[in-house]
């Protein structure tokens, strides 16, 4: 555990910042919203996931053990808020003519494999939706049993005005005024199911065409969206757990809805800190899938995309999204992905230098006091990019280093390497480029050598010699041994 420490969070519930304390003595629980497997993530998304990888790595760095909890929503988020509209992976498999599950194993795949290039660390747990019918069929029953919920013609709804009655508050997140709430919107047309335009469908019964269905005391159907988070986090973290995040977007109704379900259920406050991470923009608008302004992450990879002058590293783009503090609004642009390259590849060059940082006898640096004031920074509610300004102020002291103006001496010469590396590996999740290139140069070579040893089977030789020439040009010799073909550069 690193010691003195003194992590604030702020909590969008209060509006405040407030002490962290944890729940349980044996682990920090988080939950985070994960993804709707209906299309591919967009960089807005990857904001929002890759802040809370980076609130999973410092509780890590601080020592505490973190049971991350993030889920993936493979049933009943539909295509508007509203309690109609078509489910939205229903919607794709109809389009695609595919089976539900084969649009939810392909962007489960594709999302895990973005992320993976983000070095997001996955999560402790990863429950989906369907997998957790039972339970939430159980907590629909407690709902009912407790007079928070209401069948009707087969759906099950919240009842927001009882639950408001009994002296809670639902709004109470994104403060909104239930009285406003029901004064804004339009009355219902006399053939709603709900009583009340905010009451939320917990259960949906399917009409006929409705390829996802499932038995129930109710109807065949469906489970509301709101409800699998708060059945999937009192499973794994308890009726009461430390951290829940997601984007700003989802406070209302999804999260609000949320309290009010663990509430009515449990009858006890389910979240002690509720996170927001506020929205990735793109010419001044949000990121989202409804409007199209979306970057696809490998697009920006790759540069195969009209925005962007070329493609960047997932590093660089990491960088640049940390070098925002997670509730600030991020404008993504090609000028500014160029700015964060240039003081990414700065941070990295002067932190491989370390190694041959001259040693002296006495120090002249205090590196401790710069190792404390970049705790305090990410003590701070998580900010990166004050962090990041601290290790540019370490920067500058390997520079002074190098150049003779500044002494170290060889213990505090390893401190300052253990926390460069603790910062910006651990922390930050930021990886070297160098470490990942020759990684993926290698993947490739195994593919080139085979493809090689299968040409000189057929006897196929111009083929074999054309690799080996190509590859010789550009600096890569191979070498047939005995134990088979190495690489080595030149
Ligand atoms: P979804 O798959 O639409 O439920 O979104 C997954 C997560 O990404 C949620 O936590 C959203 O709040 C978040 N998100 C969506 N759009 C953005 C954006 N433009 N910037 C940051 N986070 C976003
Ligand atoms: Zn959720």
């Known amino acids: 555990m690193v010691e003195n420490h003194n992590l604030k969070i702020y909590n969008s519930l209060q509006g405040e910042k407030e002490k962290f304390e944890s729940i349980h003595p044996e682990f920090v629980g988080m939950y985070v919203c994960g993804p709707t497997v209906y299309s591919h993530v967009h960089l807005g998304n990857v904001r929002t996931f890759m802040s809370f990888d980076v609130v999973f790595r410092y509780l890590k760095h601080l020592g505490y053990k973190v049971r991350y909890v993030r889920n993936i929503t493979d049933v009943g988020h539909l295509e508007s808020d509203a309690d109609t509209g078509e489910d939205k ?36 747990v990863e429950p989906t939706a369907t997998g957790h019918l039972i339970e939430q069929i159980e907590c629909i029953k407690t709902l ?12 099950v709804y919240f009842d927001v005005k009882k639950y408001n009655a009994e002296g809670y508050h639902y709004g109470e997140l994104s403060k909104r005024d239930i009285d406003d709430l029901i004064a804004n919107t339009r009355t219902l047309d006399g053939q709603s199911e709900k009583k009340n335009p905010q009451d939320f469908a917990l259960w949906k019964k399917a009409s006929p065409e409705h390829i996802m269905r499932w038995p129930s005391p109710w109807s065949d159907g469906f489970p509301g969206w709101h409800l699998e988070c708060s ?46 991470t506020n929205m990735l923009i793109m010419n001044g608008q949000k990121m989202s899938k409804s409007t199209g302004n979306i970057v696809n992450p490998k697009e920006l990879i790759s540069g195969d995309n009209n925005i962007f002058e070329k493609g960047f590293h ?34 990295m060059d002067a932190y491989h230098s370390m190694d041959d940082l001259p040693v002296s006898e006495k120090s002249t640096v205090d590196i401790q006091v710069w190792i404390d004031n970049s705790h305090a920074k990410m003590d701070d509610d998580f ?64 593919l080139l050598i085979e493809m090689r040893k299968k040409a000189r089977d057929n006897k196929d030789w111009a083929t074999s010699d054309e690799i080996r020439d190509k590859l010789a040009e550009k600096g890569i010799i191979l070498k047939d041994g005995k134990d088979g073909t190495t690489f080595s550069l030149t």
Not at 95 to 120: A, G, K, R, T
Not at 144 to 155: H, M, T, V
Not at 268 to 275: K, S, T
Not at 385 to 406: N, R, S, T
Request: charged share 25%; glycine share 6%.
């Open 89 to 124: 992976i229903s919607k794709k498999a109809r389009l695609e003519q595919l089976e539900p599950m084969e649009i939810v194993q392909q962007y489960s795949n594709d999302f895990h494999q973005v992320l993976n290039q983000f070095n997001c660390i996955p999560p402790s």
């Open 144 to 155: 009912l049993d407790k007079g928070f919920a209401y069948e009707s013609n087969g759906s």
């Open 231 to 276: 059945v999937m986090s009192t499973k794994y973290l308890g009726e009461r757990f430390d951290i829940h995040g997601g984007g700003m977007d989802l406070k209302f109704p999804h999260h609000e809805c949320e309290i009010a379900q663990a509430k009515g259920a449990n009858g006890v406050e389910p979240v002690n800190y509720w996170m927001h």
């Open 314 to 347: 997932p590093m660089v783009i990491r960088f640049f999204m940390l070098q925002a503090h997670y509730r600030s609004v991020l404008d993504l642009s090609n000028d500014a992905v160029i700015a964060a390259e240039k003081g990414y590849n700065r941070l």
């Open 383 to 446: 900010n990166t990019p004050m962090l990041i300004a601290e290790l540019f102020d370490g920067v500058k002291m390997i520079q002074a280093i190098h150049d003779g103006k500044q002494a170290i001496n060889e213990h505090d010469k390893q401190r300052f390497k253990i926390y460069m590396k603790a910062f910006i590996e651990d922390v930050l999740g930021l990886e070297s480029i160098e470490n990942q290139n020759i990684e993926q140069l290698d993947a490739a070579m195994q």
